[in-house]
């Protein structure tokens, strides 16, 4: 098939929740070679909005319904967790290209069948990791390839958030959510970490519970959090590079405007090069010798080649995550692999899961390679 704006991709969302509206909804918008033709929702009520707001009749409350309509070539499933693998298979076996949001599932199982279904069928399959598009991090990742920080000995993570200690929703029970921070947050600096230094070999990790959440946001009563607020690991790198993770929801003071603070790091034997998620179209770099200074991302580093957003518009750290609906239509449209893939995904998956036994069994986990 040969899309162009003409005959453009036709997606559905399914789960027309926060994250559909601030990232995919608009990437579809700004896509000439995309159209949104289908809206998927648990909620009738969200459904009757956003028919509205996103301008789209074709509603349904049925995810099998909508993979099965002939109206829609590929879906963006960005609904809770554990939906997330009978969507997905459900879309494979209607032969639709599937984006899903983090974390593919509950676990490396589910994350491993939903991998096997789509690539089996020839789909096109991309794992919604955020911030591989952040401006510095595809800069980032330019200075790591092309040498210029020179051996990678050290990557650092941390992300903290201040949020309210109230109700996380599904998010906080693991038959719905699998875990907390570790799943929602500390995944995405997995993958890229991954992406920047290469596979693991063998973490430690540990998770932690402070917040009992039994009170929703309205003030009504729910059953307590089941889930980690903090999590962290370190791990060696099959390159022989060590890694550091952090993660919290529970950083009193770390607002910043609701973007909190995030820090990732890489020290070579050349140089450092930093990336804050606050501060996308910068990054921080130094020689030996010298202190961190910013420099600015090059334009060419700023949007995908060819992408028709005006990069000098909108708040720097929300506009970069309409690319993960650019990259997925490229894929279709070039029928290629999308970057990150659900392999992507499902590798990062099994770290994270590694994490929890680590901290359950207390000790160090080696990681088998995930055969592609
Ligand atoms: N990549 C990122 O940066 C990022 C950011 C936020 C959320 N997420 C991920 O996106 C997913 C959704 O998060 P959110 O914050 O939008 O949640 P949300 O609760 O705001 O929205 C989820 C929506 O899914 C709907 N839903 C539930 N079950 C459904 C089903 N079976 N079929 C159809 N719709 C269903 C709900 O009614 C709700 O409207 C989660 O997996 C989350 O981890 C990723």
Redesign the pocket.
Known sequence: MTYSASNPVKIAI???????DYHHVPGIRIDPRATLTGV????QE?LDKRRREWNCDNIT?D?EAICADPNVDAVII????F??KP?ALAAAKHGKHVMC???LGLNAGEVREMYHACRDKKLVHMT???YRFAPSMRYLRHLVTSGALGELRHFRSQRFLDWPETSW??RQYKNTAGAGDLF?MTI?RIDFAIDLLGPLKSLCGATARFAPRTKTVDGRDCPPSEVDDWSSLIAEFESGATGVWEGTTLAKGYGFKGFGHEWAEINGSEGTAVYRLHMPNQIMVGKTGQDLAPVDVPSEFLKPADSPRDASQGEPATVF?YDLVWEFVSAICEGRDAVPSFYDGLRAQVVADSVLTSHAERRWIDLPAEPR
């Open positions: 399914i789960g027309a929740g926060a994250v559909s998927c929702d648990a909620s969200l409350t995810a960005a609904t809770p967790n939906t997330h969507i949001e983090k974390p919604a990791f955020t929703g599904w929602d995405h995550r």
